[in-house]
């Protein structure tokens, strides 16, 4: 049994607040916590519930500087703070700054693996700490640990429905007959749909997560970014399409698909009783490969614990 690591976590959002909460049911002892205005560290083991109720009751997590989670006594970094584009700050900077203090680092960020690959893995060669990123991609699947379980070689593809919010839209397009513009209202009602939802619903989400996976097949002989994805997202598609393939026997998913030739994300018509024609919030990818055929993986791809789950899951997979 691997023992127990000392948590730095960057981010007090849905995610990180999890960490924090389940850090100690999985061994672990959170040392330093920040959101992006306020820290608290305490060498030896801050107050998880105290630093998570202040969140939520005064919108700050405790009176340390943000900065001093970087310079603390921790074996692991969880970066967990909103993804960027483009150059990947701050979270790049934040695993830069704990690999090269020879520290391990534990991304449910994508921007760094989605946008910076090849700097991250040049920054890891050259430390004692290692970088994994279970979270980045499907929450609580565990997809790229299966990748790297049969080997990047072996994998041909990995497709798949990688947006919750997207798929309960076109979801609940197909079973109510009902347009866009209605059922995005209904998600936002519900907390599925962000208020701005155009990560989501334009693609980029699930081309973000895709890039990741074309990166890791790549294995290093070429680096991927989201300028190199073609993608479209769901905001066009209408009611009556969605009608059409129904009667058909068909329904419409996002779909995106990643190999190690490039990167495709859109609406696709997929078979009503295919693996592929998730309900609700649920992901679901497919890995296609050389000698175990095609495996499906589906859960819970998004939400504070299930992605927690698989944070912590990369924690204990750290020598």
Avoid at 18 to 27: N, P, Q, R, W
Avoid at 76 to 93: H, M
Avoid at 211 to 218: E, K, P
Avoid at 236 to 242: D, E, F, I
């Amino acid at each position: 049994m691997t023992a127990g690591k000392r948590l730095a976590v960057l981010g007090a959002g849905a995610v990180g607040g999890a960490v924090v909460d389940l850090a100690a049911a999985y061994g672990h002892t959170v040392v330093a916590f920040a959101d992006s205005a306020s820290a608290v560290v305490d060498a030896g083991g801050i107050d998880a519930d105290a630093a998570v109720d202040r969140k939520a009751a005064e919108g700050h997590v405790g009176d340390d500087d943000p900065e001093d989670v970087l310079h603390a006594d921790y074996d692991v970094l969880v970066e967990a703070t909103p993804t960027t584009l483009g150059d990947a700050e701050p979270g790049f900077s934040h695993l830069r700054t704990a690999l090269e203090r020879d520290r391990h680092v534990v991304l449910a960020n994508k921007g760094p693996v989605a946008e910076r690959y090849a700097d991250v893995r040049e920054l890891e060669h050259d430390s004692e700490g290692e970088v994994r990123f279970e979270a980045a991609v499907g929450g609580a699947i565990p997809i790229v640990s299966t990748v790297e379980d049969l080997g990047p070689s072996r994998v041909t593809a990995a497709r798949g429905v990688l947006n919750g919010t997207a798929n309960f839209i076109l979801s609940r397009m197909a079973a109510e007959g009902i347009d866009y513009e209605h059922v995005l209202a209904e998600a936002q009602d519900l907390g599925v749909a962000e208020a701005d939802p155009t990560f989501d619903v334009e693609g980029t989400d699930a081309a973000l997560k895709c890039v990741i996976l074309a990166n890791v097949l790549a294995a290093g002989d070429r680096e991927f970014t989201l300028s190199d994805a073609d993608v479209e997202g769901i905001t066009n598609v209408p009611g009556s399409a969605l009608e059409l393939a129904a009667e058909d026997g068909r329904t419409v998913r996002l779909v995106g698909e990643a190999t190690r030739e490039g990167i495709r994300v859109g609406p696709r018509l997929v078979p009503g009783n295919a693996a592929l024609a998730v309900t609700g919030t649920r992901n679901i990818v497919q890995l296609e490969t050389d000698y175990a055929g095609q495996l499906n993986l589906s859960g819970r791809g998004a939400g504070g614990e299930p992605t927690a789950s698989a944070v912590l899951g990369d924690v204990g997979r750290l020598g």
